[in-house]
């Protein structure tokens, strides 16, 4: 069934879009057979396994817990030569930026804030779940966006299985399978689509080929997981300010691991030496690179 709407206001997804399969709870069998080998993406509304998390973890928490550290904010500006690779465009105290989100619409958010880490208390309120797939102990991550900030579409540099566990608030989920890249107007030596496409609400006259594009979307809301499998490109969009905790696994996919390990070691030092080198020049190469391969080939 195609969606082309959500019950939320004025979000509207012109898009061929399938819903995220969604089921209130499931077993590890099913989850490995129905989803994991499969690489079908899975929302799960009734997640437990005993979290003190689920009860106590929101922002004012957070603020508890961790109102005094310094955290890196990132916000949807475009990529500059100048930047470094995932550096943040701001810091601030945890508790000054909870105040922030809790009093007006922000587009900085926190991305890839590592738990254990900065704040090892908080590892006492959960436990690595039974899914089937060894999960990585040391990378919990999490996430943190104001009311109608957002990622641009992109996909991890590891291509690993995505665990995406929801707290507080509502977001807008997008995804596109690694084999609908054609289509996604990817910006060469990179991990992100087209900085100008709103995913949300795209131009089909400026990027044609997203019209034959078939992905899923669904709003993913407080206490919901979201398995997100290898390579999926992603575009979240936070309807309300929340944040989330991300766990991941290695990719299984032979071909997934090796672009995995080209990208952390070859891509990205690849990329960052020729901003370097040519500076603005090889941003703006990239992003018409990006629309006349993806209108050629799409």
């Not at 299985?161 to 690694?178: A, D, R, S, V």
């Not at 899923?216 to 390579?231: D, H, R």
């Not at 992603?234 to 691991?257: E, I, Q, V």
Request: hydrophobic share 40%; aromatic share 14%; proline share 6%.
């Amino acid at each position: 069934m195609w969606i082309l709407t959500f019950d939320v206001e004025l979000t509207q997804i012109p898009l061929k879009l399938f819903d995220i399969p969604r089921v209130k709870t499931i077993s590890k069998e099913d989850f490995v057979r129905l989803y994991l080998k499969p690489q079908k993406p899975l929302i799960i509304e009734e997640f437990d396994e005993g979290w003190a998390a689920h009860s106590k973890w929101n922002l004012e928490y957070m603020k508890k817990m961790a109102g005094d550290k310094i955290v890196p904010l990132y916000d949807d500006r475009p990529v500059q030569h100048d930047d470094g690779f995932n550096e943040p465009h701001a810091k601030m105290k945890m508790s000054a930026y909870i105040d922030l989100l809790q009093s007006e619409p922000t587009r900085f958010r926190i991305f890839l804030w590592n738990i254990l880490k900065e704040v090892p208390d908080l590892q006492k309120d959960f436990s690595y779940p039974n899914f089937g797939i060894r999960l990585l102990k040391s990378l919990p991550m999490l996430f943190f966006g104001g009311k109608d900030s957002f990622t641009f579409m992109h996909h991890d540099i590891d291509f690993a299985n995505i665990f995406h566990f929801h707290f507080e608030g509502e977001k807008l989920c997008i995804l596109f399978p690694h084999s609908e890249t054609k289509y996604l107007y990817r910006i060469p030596h990179s991990l992100i689509t087209h900085e100008s496409i709103d995913f949300a609400n795209p131009d089909y006259e400026k990027w044609p080929a997203l019209q034959k594009a078939q992905g899923y979307s669904s709003v993913l809301k407080n206490g919901e997981v979201l398995y997100m499998p290898e390579g999926y490109w992603h575009y979240m969009k936070y309807l309300t300010p929340g944040f989330s905790m991300s766990l991941r696994a290695l990719a299984r996919k032979p071909s997934h691991f090796l672009k995995a390990t080209y990208n952390i070691l070859v891509m990205r030092h690849f990329d960052v030496l020729m901003r370097k080198l040519k500076g603005q020049k090889w941003i703006d190469h990239k992003n018409q690179q990006a629309i006349e391969r993806t209108n050629r080939l799409g």
